[in-house]
């Protein structure tokens, strides 16, 4: 079988790091890059032997491009993501779809005129085992109906141009995709509340409390904290009638050393959830191959988008929002 040819739509660190894992992987091979700043661009494409394009535009359109990789800042994704459906491509977009609901229905729309699924979101915590373990828990019944999920999202601090929204559109928008999949449920309603300012931050507000509650009544109550300065930590716990689920943190070496007891945590987000990573491209490019995509699909991105807007509003308005996301698309089904 010919190798798939992908087409790189910025090359910032997350499109370097696919690159690396494209080329451990095999049957794909990168053939051309666009960024909106040269220098990484020829750099990202010295990696892999592509060639780079000057606009996105000619990534979308040129023939050697069966699949296009959209990497860019997060507020050119739907421009992006949109241009590639038009031309017939199939899309592996990172996360958000869009930034606003709106882009995404636009994507949506673009979709189904096109008859079928060419987009795949990057939602990779669906593909990460701790997940797939929990789901399969939630899933199986024996712990009775799921009541509430807890969740924390810790980063160790924030970049320079951080701010209180993107806590919600960068950073949450993982727990609004995973907590939606792991209950098979659509929101209702959400709240954000806020403790104390932590010294940690001064331009944004941070931490910050999200609430959300589902149609059959669970509550997820989600942790945002971008400076907690001691790592990268991410965790889950679903509350069921008969029994707590918890997942399981990755394997660490666990030390016993001058008088205290200590597991190492991950300070990269990336390497939390390199399988992750690694198996949804797997997955993504198997059903390239096979014209059966798996999800997450358009309509996903576009849920997540919907509650990111409640939740930015309700950052505003420190009241409860409502979510409404209306029929879901055929295509979607």
Same mark, same amino acid.
């Given at each position: 079988?010919?190798?798939?040819?992908?087409?790189?739509?910025?090359?910032?660190?997350?499109?370097?790091?696919?690159?690396?894992?494209?080329?451990?992987?095999?049957?794909?091979?990168?053939?051309?890059?666009?960024?909106?700043?040269?220098?990484?661009?020829?750099?990202?494409?010295?990696?892999?032997?592509?060639?780079?394009?000057?606009?996105?535009?000619?990534?979308?359109?040129?023939?050697?491009?069966?699949?296009?990789?959209?990497?860019?800042?997060?507020?050119?994704?739907?421009?992006?993501?949109?241009?590639?459906? &038009? $031309?017939?491509?199939?899309?592996?977009? %990172?996360?958000?779809?869009?930034? @606003?609901?709106? #882009?995404?229905?636009?994507?949506? +729309?673009?979709?189904?005129?096109?008859?079928?699924?060419?987009?795949?979101?990057?939602?990779?915590?669906?593909?990460?085992?701790?997940?797939?373990?929990?789901?399969?828990a939630v899933t199986g019944g024996k712990y009775g109906a799921p009541l509430i999920?807890?969740?924390?999202?810790?980063?160790?601090?924030?970049?320079?141009?951080?701010?209180?929204?993107?806590?919600?559109?960068?950073?949450?928008?993982?727990?609004?995709?995973?907590?939606?999949?792991?209950?098979?449920?659509?929101?209702?309603?959400?709240?954000?509340?806020?403790?104390?300012?932590?010294? &940690? $931050?001064?331009?944004?507000?941070?931490? %910050?409390?999200?609430?959300?509650? @589902?149609?059959? #009544?669970?509550?997820?109550?989600? +942790?945002?904290?971008?400076?907690?300065?001691?790592?990268?930590?991410?965790?889950?716990?679903?509350?069921?009638?008969?029994?707590?689920?918890?997942?399981?943190?990755?394997?660490?070496?666990?030390?016993?050393?001058?008088?205290?007891?200590?597991?190492?945590?991950?300070?990269?987000?990336?390497?939390?959830?390199?399988?992750?990573?690694?198996?949804?491209?797997?997955?993504?490019?198997?059903?390239?191959?096979?014209?059966?995509?798996?999800?997450?699909?358009?309509?996903?991105?576009?849920?997540?988008?919907?509650?990111?807007?409640?939740?930015?509003?309700?950052?505003?308005?420190?009241?409860?929002?409502?979510?409404?996301?209306?029929?879901?698309?055929?295509?979607?089904?």
């Open positions: 079988m010919n190798a798939l040819r992908i087409g790189i739509i910025g090359t910032g660190h997350i499109a370097v790091d696919h690159i690396h894992r494209l080329a451990r992987m095999g049957g794909a091979q990168v053939t051309a890059v666009s960024s909106r700043r040269r220098e990484p661009a020829e750099k990202a494409a010295a990696l892999c032997g592509a060639r780079v394009e000057d606009s996105y535009q000619a990534v979308v359109e040129a023939d050697d491009v069966d699949i296009v990789m959209v990497t860019s800042p997060s507020e050119l994704h739907e421009e992006h993501v949109l241009a590639a459906v &038009n $031309a017939g491509k199939y899309v592996f977009c %990172e996360k958000p779809l869009a930034v @606003t609901a709106e #882009g995404c229905r636009k994507i949506m +729309e673009a979709e189904q005129a096109a008859g079928k699924r060419l987009v795949m979101v990057g939602f990779m915590r669906r593909f990460d085992r701790g997940y797939l373990q929990l789901k399969e999920v807890k969740c924390a999202h810790r980063n160790i601090e924030a970049h320079v141009a951080y701010t209180t929204d993107m806590a919600i559109t960068q950073t949450a928008i993982h727990e609004i995709d995973i907590s939606r999949w792991l209950l098979d449920d659509e929101y209702v309603s959400a709240q954000v509340i806020y403790p104390p300012q932590t010294k &940690n $931050a001064e331009s944004f507000r941070d931490p %910050e409390l999200i609430i959300l509650r @589902t149609s059959r #009544g669970i509550i997820i109550n989600l +942790e945002i904290y971008i400076s907690c300065r001691y790592g990268y930590d991410v965790q889950c716990e679903v509350v069921c009638e008969d029994g707590v689920l918890r997942m399981p943190q990755p394997s660490n070496l666990f030390i016993r050393s001058e008088g205290a007891c200590h597991e190492s945590l991950e300070n990269d987000w990336v390497l939390r959830f390199d399988g992750a990573f690694d198996d949804e491209l797997l997955a993504f490019l198997e059903g390239v191959r096979t014209g059966n995509l798996p999800g997450p699909t358009a309509w996903d991105g576009y849920a997540a988008a919907v509650t990111a807007d409640a939740l930015i509003r309700a950052q505003q308005s420190e009241q409860i929002e409502t979510i409404t996301l209306g029929e879901k698309p055929a295509l979607y089904r």
